[in-house]
């Protein structure tokens, strides 16, 4: 398929969104995590623009909806490996928008304390094994996670982010092979932003990676990546099937990189066309407009949350702005481990958890839903 | 590689236990399936050997009849060791007539490869002197610090590392040695210049300050009485000069143990090396003589000797870090001293400049008090007058004065790689006046013998 | 032969209760390690390929599977990268995987999950990463290039990596048990060539060495061979056949180096020797004269030697390959050159 052409995409699978099982509350926080992935990027490119960032500096804009919505499927107990375009789905498991700020500063506020930078982080306390340079090592990590799952019988889900080059590389292969082999519970989160850095998706792969899936014994979903819902149901299928033994799924999000690969990229081997229709197609605006049209909000309620946001953000900057440098004594720090520690679990905002515990501990039984 | 048993003039062969995978050691006979006396093709299978892998039919390495079997079954044996011998001679049909008595198989006994002996090894103390390295000088870091931490000299110590080096169980051992020796002295040496006689050392007296040395003819007996002189005679008073330099002569005469060594030193580099410099330099303002060279060769010694730079003070040893080096200078009546401070640091043309400036401004009278103060080593040359011996006067409170006789042209034996011939090489003795408090002959001849390695080795382009 | 047990250091050997000893072959000593850490610790599983089934190339995990379920002894696709950093995913959720590499030689073909996903975790995220890297190495019978290869260097240089070499059958037990327990990433070099040439008395049932403590394998006063893995058997012969007075140090952890240890040596005897049978340039060889010359200059009485591989892949014909290997001559004169010195 012509992977440039978004309207092609919006053809190719329209889903039909019945009973998705989102409440009112849940519409809200899923605007509202959208709306401060993309606040506090903006905010981390002016405090960049300033030589406040050393180092580079990358954003996930316009592709919100994919890592927000993945993520508010999860479990307390699930566990995520985050690429560096998916700082909504952080958000959602409990990173706060000042450790994300402080940690691009380099500064002790920061998830890592100034030992990575950028979007190379993860906070462990919250179920998070933050990223490596090299594409697509983290989903290996991700199935090995999912293996332990499989092996002590525990109805827990792996999901793992990566873009569409990814799938160019031997890794890749490797994992959804594993995946495939043992059934295990992983959920692969393909962002088919358009690029690749520079490169567009005909020098990426002959055959889209979605219609891969099934040569590794699984199914592939195709969905629009800018549509927050449709992102959601998608995961929260594959998330239920993997929860109940049915193994792995690949969900290939459709969506478009809305700036360069990083600062430094000023993306001119991007069609203008293409860019203007993918701005028309906004994730944010389009949710606004849906929460209006279709869920009952008011216009001053969304922007009231619009507000409320920006408002948080700034105080967030304003807090990583205090955090000290890092003493330099502790580079030295941290290359061996003393003793294990267990990953913590992250929060799951989603109502359906919160009904069977208020704390999001994970420590109820889950209610199966037929497969 | 060492011979195996099946290589040998006689014509059997072996059939050996094989490695049947990376990490297999051993493996065990199950049962044969020839017996002595059987004929055997080539690649037929004679036995069957179970190892922790796999079980295996061992194929014959050759045709030929069976000898002997050397392991039975359930023996489990190491990798490569022969299991049985195969006479690969035998025909087809021939009866073999005994085959537990057959002796294929002891190895004649190899005659040892001949191989060259190494040199005999070197004489225990002196320096290499067949092209081995003389290394006993060289002294590795632990060696330096037990040395420092004890106070050895290391020069007194016998190595016997590869050419000659002190090791470190060598100084070990010297220090037990000296454990016992009363008050810590040096072992006596086994060649001394002259009689040790301790009673003879007086206190002896800081010498005036600016006295000059003189290589004059040496000082001996009382001369008799004046009285005695027979004939006219003529009387004039002795200047200030002449008669400072009588009392230091005699001073210094009384104080120090005199002894003096000579060596012979090759000039032939020396010459050659002027020669490539001398233009150069001299377009540059500087004239570059032998002295010069024998300057810096001394300098360079002395910092290997450094007991040749120091001074006696009562019962200790004052040893200076720097070269100080006197240049004794004739006068129309006299002579003078003028020090080069810390000669180490010059090169060879710094050297001669030095050399050359002092020497300018002692005669023309131009030199400060403070430049003939504080010398700790001084070297004379008078050989400009033909002179070709002389045992100069050591200049106090110095323990030692170098003196350069004329450089002369002799027929001198070269050693080459067909045998020895004869050559013309500039020639000259470097005889050195030392004292006995401070040093003995062995130290003196090592100083020496590096001044000469150095004069006689001099880097000469090609 | 016998292992002399370490003196002078500090920690003494965790064992617990050893019930005894029995004679072991170096492999087996391997197999006993993970048999008894599996039955004690239900997190501990083995991954690699062909170790199901099939007992493991080299026979490691024989019967494994019968007693722990496939699960425990998972066969592998033939993916280093996938073995690897699968590892690391249960690792994080708090299994113990044992990774098998075939030979070491494959390591390569993991080497990116290794070194940049497993060593960094916990630096960068104070993720603790309890995994094992087990890579039969060393070359000696035709093997190629392929299968001999002694690359623990290229883990040495990978800071969040610790990296040990046994050398005896009982340290083989002994380190892959401290190698299981211990909360990082461990690559754990066991020497083909040892697998069944080699044999102890090892305490049976728990039995650990500690990580980064080296062993005096032979006592002396006139130089230390410093060696790891099959050069300490080369070193120790050497001694014995030369009748010299030569200290035989046994490294037996490569990251944590064990510099207390080297350095104590050193400074007794004044003239080392490291030997291995890596290849030369930028190896443990290096790194330990080094730290030697660095640290020891004044009590040297003489210069720092290695005994390595020359910088070449390893051949297959036995005479080039023995040419490039250290033999036991090769040993003895390198030991006689520094006595002499």
């Known amino acids: ?371 | 590689m060492s011979s195996s048993p099946t290589e040998q003039a006689t014509t059997a062969v072996d059939v050996v236990m094989p490695q049947m995978g990376v990490s297999v050691a051993e493996g065990t006979i199950v049962e044969w399936r020839k017996r002595p006396g059987d004929w055997i093709e080539a690649d037929e299978p004679v036995c069957d050997v179970t190892t922790d892998k796999i079980d295996v039919e061992i194929p014959a390495p050759a045709s030929g009849r069976m000898q002997e079997i050397l392991v039975e079954p359930g023996t489990t044996v190491a990798v490569g060791t022969p299991l049985a011998r195969i006479d690969a001679e035998a025909k087809p049909g021939e009866a073999h007539p005994d085959e537990h008595a057959a002796n294929g198989g002891q190895p004649a006994a190899e005659a040892p490869p001949p191989r060259t002996e190494a040199a005999p090894p070197q004489a225990e103390q002196a320096p290499a002197p067949n092209g081995e390295e003389d290394r006993s000088r060289f002294y590795s870091p632990v060696v330096r610090r037990i040395a420092d931490k004890h106070g050895v000299d290391l020069e007194q110590v016998k190595g016997t590392g590869i050419g000659g080096r002190v090791r470190k169980k060598d100084v070990l051992a010297y220090i037990e040695g000296q454990e016992g020796a009363p008050e810590g002295r040096p072992e006596p040496l086994l060649h001394i210049e002259s009689p040790y006689r301790p009673d003879e050392a007086d206190a002896p007296q800081p010498s005036e300050a600016g006295t000059e040395a003189a290589p004059a003819a040496p000082a001996g007996a009382p001369p008799p009485g004046v009285g005695e002189l027979v004939g006219p005679t003529r009387r004039e008073p002795m200047s200030v000069m002449r008669q400072a330099i009588a009392r230091h002569m005699t001073g210094s005469r009384r104080t120090a143990a005199h002894c003096t060594t000579i060596v012979e030193a090759d000039f032939a580099r020396v010459a050659a090396r002027r020669g490539e410099l001398r233009d150069a330099m001299k377009r540059r303002g500087v004239s570059l003589t032998y002295l010069a060279f024998v300057a810096r060769a001394t300098v360079e010694a002395l910092q290997e000797h450094p007991r040749l730079n120091a001074s006696v003070d009562g019962d200790e040893l004052v040893y200076h870090d720097d070269v100080n080096l006197g240049i004794a200078v004739a006068l129309d009546d006299g002579l003078i001293v003028p020090v080069i401070r810390r000669a180490q640091r010059l090169s060879l043309e710094g050297m001669a400049a030095a050399i050359s400036d002092v020497a300018e401004r002692a005669r023309a009278g131009k030199l400060d008090p403070d430049e003939v103060h504080g010398g700790t080593f001084t070297i004379t040359n008078p050989g400009q007058f033909g002179a070709v011996l002389a045992t100069p006067i050591i200049n106090q409170p110095q323990v030692a004065i170098l003196d350069l006789e004329a450089i002369v042209k002799r027929p001198v034996v070269v050693e080459g790689e067909d045998g020895d011939s004869i050559a013309i090489h500039p020639m000259t003795y470097l005889c050195m006046s030392w004292d006995h408090r401070a040093l003995d002959g062995a130290d003196a001849a090592r100083f020496l013998a590096k001044v000469k390695a150095r004069l006689e080795t001099w880097e000469v382009s090609r | 032969m016998s292992a002399v047990e370490a003196t002078g250091t500090a920690a003494a050997e965790l064992a617990s209760a050893p019930s005894g000893t029995r004679e072991m072959t170096y492999l087996e000593a391997i197999s006993d390690a993970l048999r008894t850490e599996m039955r004690r610790d239900e997190s501990v599983f083995c991954i690699g390929e062909d170790i199901g089934a099939f007992g493991g190339a080299f026979k490691v995990t024989d019967g494994f599977v019968e007693e722990f379920g496939a699960d425990r002894c998972l066969d592998a696709p033939l993916a280093e990268n996938a073995i690897i950093g699968t590892a690391v995913g249960a690792a994080v959720e708090g299994l113990k995987p044992v990774c098998e590499m075939q030979f070491a030689d494959f390591i390569s073909c993991g080497f990116d999950q290794l070194v940049n996903v497993a060593a960094k975790l916990h630096y960068r995220q104070g993720i603790a990463v309890p995994m094992v890297v087990r890579l039969p190495s060393g070359g000696g019978f035709s093997g190629g290039p392929f299968h001999s290869q002694n690359p623990e260097a290229w883990f040495v240089q990978a800071p969040g990596l610790k990296v040990v070499a046994p050398a005896t059958a009982s340290d083989a037990k002994g380190l892959l048990v401290s190698a299981i327990r211990d909360p990082n990433p461990v690559c754990y070099l066991e020497h083909k060539g040892l697998y069944r040439h080699i044999k102890d008395e090892v305490p049976e049932g728990e039995h650990a060495v500690p990580i980064g403590e080296a062993r005096i394998a032979r006592a002396g006063e006139e130089m230390t061979v410093v060696a790891y893995g099959s050069s300490v058997h080369l070193a120790l012969r050497a001694g014995e056949e030369l009748d010299e007075d030569i200290e035989v140090l046994d490294l037996r952890t490569l990251a944590p180096l064990d510099r207390q240890s080297i350095l104590t040596s050193a400074r007794k005897t004044g003239k080392v020797l490291v030997a291995h049978e890596a290849t030369r340039s930028a190896g443990i060889g290096a790194e330990v004269a080094a730290l030697v010359t660095e640290e020891a200059f004044e009590e040297l009485d003489a210069p720092v030697r290695r005994l390595t591989a020359p910088d070449v892949p390893i051949p297959f014909s036995p005479p080039l390959e023995q040419s490039v290997l250290p033999q036991l001559d090769d040993m003895k004169e390198a030991c006689r050159e520094l006595l002499a010195y």
């Open chain 1, 1 to 371: 398929m012509e992977t440039a052409d978004a309207s092609v995409v919006a053809r190719e699978r329209v889903r039909e969104l019945v009973d998705v099982p989102l409440t009112r509350e849940d519409r809200a926080i899923l605007f509202r995590y959208m709306t401060m992935m993309r606040a506090s990027e903006e905010r981390a490119l002016t405090l960049y623009k300033q030589g406040k960032v050393p180092g580079s500096f990358y954003d996930g804009r316009g592709q919100e909806a994919v890592s927000v919505g993945a993520a508010f499927v999860l479990r307390p107990e699930d566990r995520m490996c985050i690429l560096h375009r998916d700082l909504g789905a952080h958000f959602v498991r409990g990173v706060t928008p000042d450790r994300y700020l402080a940690g691009y500063m380099g500064r002790s506020g920061g998830v890592t304390g100034g030992k990575e930078g950028n979007m190379h982080f993860g906070d462990r306390m919250l179920g998070c094994v933050g990223m490596v340079s090299m594409l697509p090592d983290m989903a290996l990590v991700a199935t090995g996670m999912a293996l332990k799952f499989k092996m002590r019988h525990e109805p827990r889900v792996a999901m793992t982010f990566f873009g569409e080059g990814s799938t160019a590389n031997g890794q890749w292969h490797e994992a959804m092979n594993l995946a495939g082999i043992h059934r295990l519970p992983v959920v692969f989160i393909l962002e088919n932003n358009r690029f690749a850095y520079s490169t567009p998706n005909e020098l990426e792969f002959a055959v889209d990676p979605v219609e891969r899936a099934h040569t590794y014994g699984f199914p592939g979903v195709n969905v629009d990546g800018n549509d927050v819902e449709e992102v959601f149901e998608a995961a929260r299928e594959a998330a239920d099937l993997a929860r109940a033994g049915g193994g792995p799924t690949l969900i290939e999000c459709q969506t478009m990189r809305m700036h360069g690969h990083g600062a430094h990229d000023d993306m001119r081997y991007v069609p203008k066309e293409l860019r203007d229709e993918w701005e028309r197609r906004d994730p944010i605006d389009r949710y606004a407009e849906r929460l209006v049209a279709d869920f009952g909000f008011r216009a001053d309620e969304v922007e009231a949350i619009r507000n409320e946001v920006q408002a948080y953000v700034d105080e967030c900057a304003k807090k990583a702005l205090e955090s000290p440098m890092p003493d330099p004594a502790l580079a030295t720090d941290g290359v061996y481990a003393d003793e294990f520690e267990p990953l913590g679990d992250g929060n799951a905002p989603w109502s359906r958890w919160s009904q069977h515990n208020g704390a999001g501990n994970g420590t109820a039984p889950v209610e199966r839903r037929a497969a």
